[in-house]
């Protein structure tokens, strides 16, 4: 999680949410190659589990810039000793927080609100030809989606089970 400084006065607040010598100090990636927005138009809508493998393997930053989502981050590192595991974050338009995603894990997830906006950063293109995903509710992962009436893109839906 990244909980940018709020500089605040009558006016409001100013935050940086991007600094490359502040990632580059802390060892994470810091090159951006493509910005994206995902716009939902209903609570429940659920985008996931994505990743793109090498070697357009990519980092994300990822911020909720209207509405709210339930965001998750799935490790699929075969080497490192939290694969498989998982872990969720609420994003909002209101905490302002974002989520540092590194390569090796699949992202996804679910609005809590209508009309709800995440905008990424990313440090590769897209290809769709190293594009890969994960089912939502596959059992080798375990994750506790919040309850809702979900609408999901067929694909996402019928991911294969994971074999790792």
Not at 32 to 40: L, P, R, T
Not at 134 to 139: A, E, G, I, L, N
Request: with cysteine; net charge neutral.
């Amino acid at each position: 999680m990244i909980e940018p400084e709020k500089h605040e006065d009558d006016r409001g607040f100013f935050a940086r949410t991007f600094c490359k010598r502040e990632f580059e100090a802390r060892g994470l990636v810091s090159h951006v190659a493509q910005c994206s927005i995902s716009f939902n138009k209903r609570k429940g809508t659920l985008r996931g589990m994505h990743s793109q493998v090498a070697p357009f393997a990519e980092t994300k930053l990822v911020r909720c810039t209207a509405g709210a989502v339930f965001d998750v981050i799935i490790d699929l590192r075969p080497s490192s000793p939290t694969f498989k595991r998982y872990e969720s974050v609420e994003l909002s338009a209101r905490n302002g927080n974002m989520l540092y995603i590194p390569q090796g894990f699949a992202h996804g997830f679910q609005t809590l609100e209508d009309n709800s906006e995440v905008f990424y950063q990313m440090s590769q293109f897209y290809a769709p030809e190293y594009a890969r995903g994960v089912r939502w509710d596959d059992p080798a992962f375990g994750i506790k989606w919040p309850p809702a009436e979900r609408t999901i893109l067929e694909r996402d839906r019928t991911y294969p089970d994971f074999v790792s």
